[in-house]
Every structure is written in C-alpha cells, then in structure tokens.
C-alpha cells in the first residue's frame, strides 16, 4: 500500500523560498497525478499545483508564478518550490496522490513565516 | 474558475440521525468530477467519495453522494460518533478547487 512520507523547513522568513519534497513508498509514478495543498491554519483547504508521471505541471493560477513542482523518478519523489514567501503561505502542507481527486496524502508539514 | 459553496456552514445533529451536507457549483462540472473528504483535527483529509457518487476504499456504506445539475450533496445516513468532523468538496474538472467545508458537531 503506497504512503507519502514529506518533509521540509518549518520555519521561514519573508522572501525566502518554502522547499519541501515527499516521497512514494510502495509504488510508482504512472498512471498517477501528484500534488500539493495547504491549508492556512484554522482555514479550508487550498490546491497549490500537481505534476503527471511525465513531467506535466498543473498550477493553482493564483501562486502560478511562484511555483515549482518537479519530479525526481529515480528517487520516486516529487518536491515543491514556493519563492518569496509572506505570511500569507503560512499554512500546513500536504503532498498527495490521486487522480484529480487526491486518494492518499502525506502526512503534512507546517510551514510558518515570520521574521 | 469554478467555485464551490458549501451548506451549512456549522451542522449541529445527534449520533444516528441523518445529516445532508450541500456543494454548489458555481457553473457545470464536467464527468461529475467532483469529490468529497472528511477531516478530524490534526489529521489530513480523507477521500469519502469520488465522481460525485464512488465511495473510495473502505469507506462505510452510510456515506452516500448524489447530484442535480449543479448541486452536490453528501448523506450520512446513520450518524456514528466518529463521523463528526469537517467535511470539504472538491472539484476536478476544471484545474482543482474545494469548498469552504462543513463543520459537523455533536448536538
């Protein structure tokens, strides 16, 4: 059964780059989307971007151009990058696999902002 | 984008009662590509229903999911102690966008 194990820097101030990778235990990339959401703390939840087992990215258009997702094959791990980070990307962030809809998540990594 | 409002905000009900928790869509979601998650605090989401009426994996029967046009909506049939959480929809159609939630508390 596959499971998504993340991980990353807490705790961040304003401007830098949030930086945080997850890996796949028990399976593989194919046929599978791969994504990230967060959810700011005490709020709903937001979608943030996804990367098909080919490379293909899918953006939320709102952090469209701050994001990065790639995908590392070799290691089955897929990481996100968020540059110049305020306040406002404090949140929990969750990887997740799925096929549109996310069937397994990690088990989330909170990320504060402050200076 | 394609916006969900879910209703009620806060449901108040009791262990086994019915509750209906309600997702508009802000306009058509195509192959009913619309799902929806329970989640407890501290813990991440949990996939309930896919295709706006597939149960995921182990998923209870109790749990059901219907539309009408735009309307989505998620039954508990019997209400189990566990159940009580927050409850989101999400739509996949058109890129990926939740609901607000529900808030599903103890009576």
């Known amino acids: 059964q596959v499971q998504l194990q993340q991980w990353g820097a807490g705790l961040l101030k304003p401007s830098e780059t949030l930086s945080l990778t997850c890996a796949v235990y028990?399976?593989?990339?194919?046929?599978?989307?791969w994504g990230w959401i967060r959810q700011p703390p005490g709020k709903g939840l937001e979608w943030i971007g996804e990367?098909?087992?080919?490379?293909?990215?899918f953006y939320n258009p709102s952090l469209k151009s701050r994001v990065t997702i790639s995908l590392d094959t070799s290691k089955t791990q897929f990481s996100l990058k968020l540059n110049s980070v305020t306040a406002a990307d404090t949140a929990v962030y969750y990887c997740?696999?799925?096929?549109?809809?996310?069937?397994?998540w990690g088990q989330g990594t909170l990320v504060t902002v402050s200076s | 984008e394609i916006v969900l409002t879910q209703s009620p905000g806060t449901l108040s009900l009791s262990p086994g009662e019915r509750a209906t928790l309600s997702c508009r869509a802000s306009q058509s979601v195509g192959s009913n590509y619309l799902a929806w998650y329970q989640q407890k605090p501290g813990q991440a989401p949990r996939l309930l229903i896919y295709?706006?009426?597939s149960r995921a994996t182990g998923i209870p029967d109790r749990f059901s999911g219907s539309w009408s046009g735009t309307d989505f909506t998620l039954t508990i049939s019997r209400l189990e102690p566990e159940d009580f959480a927050v409850y989101y929809c999400?739509?996949?159609?058109?890129?990926?966008?939740f609901g607000q939630g529900t808030k599903l508390e103890i009576k």
């Open positions: 999400q739509q996949y159609d058109s890129l990926r966008t």
């Open positions: 295709a706006a009426s």
């Open positions: 990367i098909n087992h080919s490379g293909g990215t």
């Open positions: 028990g399976g593989s990339f194919s046929g599978y989307l």
């Open positions: 997740g696999r799925g096929q549109g809809h996310v069937g397994r």
